[in-house]
């Protein structure tokens, strides 16, 4: 088994990590093309060329990355498409969920059951806690991806050459745990996050939030929001029973340790402004616009 010995105290990477054919990569240098001259509305000639690669290249990665031709995907990410995902969203308190579940609603969504760590644990900071990691290639570029015996309790994103600044990011927030290299403990994790195939309601994804009691109330609201809607953050705040704490909604949308799998990406300004995404706004848009390629093949499946 591919397991190093355990370490303490925010340990870093012996050495980084660099992908091959990441086709992320090249939809990133797109996307923050499309982001710089959304005005403009960038040919499909103007994008390959940005990015290195033909017309014809770039049509096919894309479609082969997103389900979505490269217009398809201009239009996913655009403030108006924003502005219709919370138009068409429902109040959350109208949608019937199963305890502890995301709700049967996420047709074309990860199926995940969570259970929260005692406020006892959180404020040790991981005393007593062993999180296996490991780095794998996504569809939003490098992920790590973490797991106690209990679930995934944390995944976020990097670049190539970001993976140290990744873990030392993650790792800080439960400085006093056991950190163990574990490829083998979190690949499955990574194959069922990023492969829809493997989104079955029969087998949801389990997960352990780390978190303050309000921090994991938000986190709980974000699992209620299905792909293809969106919320602000003060109907989040309305969700919870506290209208008044947008900005510490906010706040909690920020600290998320488990990017994508609870979908804080989903969490817009009241106008439709996507704000702020820890990760990275041009890997907030890469996401959306990736949700909507997989809505769009689920509707013609």
């Known amino acids: 088994m591919n397991t190093k010995m355990p370490m ?3 340990p870093t990477l012996e050495k980084e990590i660099t992908p091959e054919g990441d086709d992320y990569e090249v939809v990133r240098r797109a996307i923050e093309k499309i982001s710089l001259d959304y005005r403009d509305q960038p040919s499909l000639e103007a994008l390959a060329e940005e990015v290195g690669e033909t017309p014809t290249g770039l049509q096919k990665l894309f479609t ?14 655009t403030l108006d498409h924003a502005r219709r995902l919370l138009d ?3 109040p959350l308190l109208e949608a019937s969920f199963e305890v502890g579940m995301s709700g049967p609603g996420r047709l074309h969504d990860l199926f995940v059951t969570h259970e929260a760590m005692s406020p ?10 062993t999180i296996r990691y490991g780095f794998h290639i996504s569809p939003f570029g490098i992920a790590l991806i973490m797991v106690t015996d209990r679930g995934l309790a944390g995944l976020a994103f990097s670049d190539a050459g970001g993976e140290q600044a990744a ?10 745990a056991t950190y163990v290299e574990d490829i083998g403990a979190t690949a499955p994790y990574a194959a069922r996050i990023f492969d829809p195939a493997h989104w079955r309601s029969d087998q949801p994804l389990r997960v352990v939030m780390i978190g303050s009691d309000f921090q994991i109330r938000v986190w709980e609201a974000l699992l209620r ?8 953050y003060s109907s989040i705040a309305a969700d919870i029973g506290q209208p008044t704490a947008s900005r510490a909604v906010g706040a909690a949308v920020g600290a998320n340790p488990l990017s994508f799998v609870v979908p804080c990406h989903r969490a817009l300004g009241k106008s439709g402004a996507l704000t702020g995404y820890h ?6 848009r890469a996401i959306l616009g990736w949700e ?3 809505l769009s093949s689920g509707a013609k499946a």
């Open 279 to 284: 990760w990275g706004l041009t890997r907030k």
């Open 8 to 10: 303490k105290f925010a």
């Open 120 to 129: 006892g644990d959180y404020k040790t900071r991981g005393v007593g806690l």
């Open 292 to 294: 909507a390629g997989q």
């Open 64 to 77: 082969r990355w997103a389900g979505l031709s490269p217009k398809a995907f201009l239009q996913a990410v």
């Open 167 to 176: 873990f030392r990011d993650m790792s800080s927030r439960w400085p006093n």
């Open 225 to 232: 929001i299905p792909m293809g809607k969106a919320c602000t």
């Open 88 to 90: 068409a969203g429902m």
